[in-house]
């Protein structure tokens, strides 16, 4: 189950490619990258710490996924790293509030995490607790409710819920 949920990845997260000075910073691909989320994360004006830039690393390092917080704390002992639970899952809201991520609440109690924060909706697999994106345009949602005075709608999110068929 949990090798499931860690595996979707696809995508390529346009956010994390763009580094103005690249050209200055030292050309080993390890470097570099540590060097370009140190500077993503300040430009979201979150301090760099090491465990923030090893789980940036780790959430947006391939491409566009959707993830949870036990997931990602399971990578990141894989990958050797003595990061708690309740860190990770506090730097993935952290990392929300930043603009970094998307929350997606779809599973029960259980929230995902989107790196990619574009306007777009979702299939779940309910058999798999397994996210696949929609892209935006495939779906209209019309007769949306007046929302109460002074609040205003920020977007809507459509998961479709999918199970196997036999
Ligand atoms: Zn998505």
Known sequence: MLALLC????????????VENWETMPNTAETW????????LRAAGLRP??????LAQLLFGEGDRHVSAECL??????????ISLATVYN?????TRAGLLRALPVDGGKTYF?????DHNHFFVETEGKLLDI???????EGLPEPPAGLKISHVDVVVRLVKTE
Do not use: K, M, Y
């Open 91 to 95: 730097t993935l809201h952290q990392f």
């Open 73 to 82: 704390h399971s990578e990141v002992t894989a990958a050797g790293e003595q």
């Open 49 to 54: 710490t090491r465990q923030r830039v090893t």
């Open 33 to 40: 990258t540590s060097a370009a989320f140190c500077e993503q």
């Open 7 to 18: 595996s979707v990845r696809f995508g390529i997260s346009s956010a994390w490619r763009l």
């Open 114 to 118: 989107d790196t990619n924060t574009s």
């Open 135 to 141: 892209p935006s345009e495939s779906i209209r949602v």
